[in-house]
């Protein structure tokens, strides 16, 4: 996924910045603790399909690279 379309997507809900998981395929919002599928290149920006971070997950930690 092209890095210049990471830095201009925020969270559709708050409006924070992402962080991109390379590893899980994910947008990660550390404000609303979501993450966001990426399919086939394409990021998937609908709060229905957000996945809620839990404590226990790895994505879960603030700071991930991008």
């Known amino acids: ?3 210049r379309l990471i ?3 925020v969270c559709p809900i ?5 962080s991109h998981d390379r590893e ?8 609303d603790r979501l993450a966001f599928p ?3 290149g394409i990021p ?3 709060e229905n399909e957000a996945r809620p971070l ?3 997950s790895p ?4 700071g991930l690279p991008a």
């Open 38 to 40: 990426i399919r086939d």
């Open 1 to 3: 996924m092209d890095t």
């Open 59 to 62: 994505t879960a930690v603030e």
């Open 44 to 46: 998937v920006m609908l």
């Open 54 to 56: 839990d404590d226990s």
């Open 24 to 31: 899980a395929r994910e947008l990660i919002c550390a404000a």
């Open 14 to 18: 708050c409006k924070s910045p992402l």
């Open 7 to 9: 830095d201009l997507l």
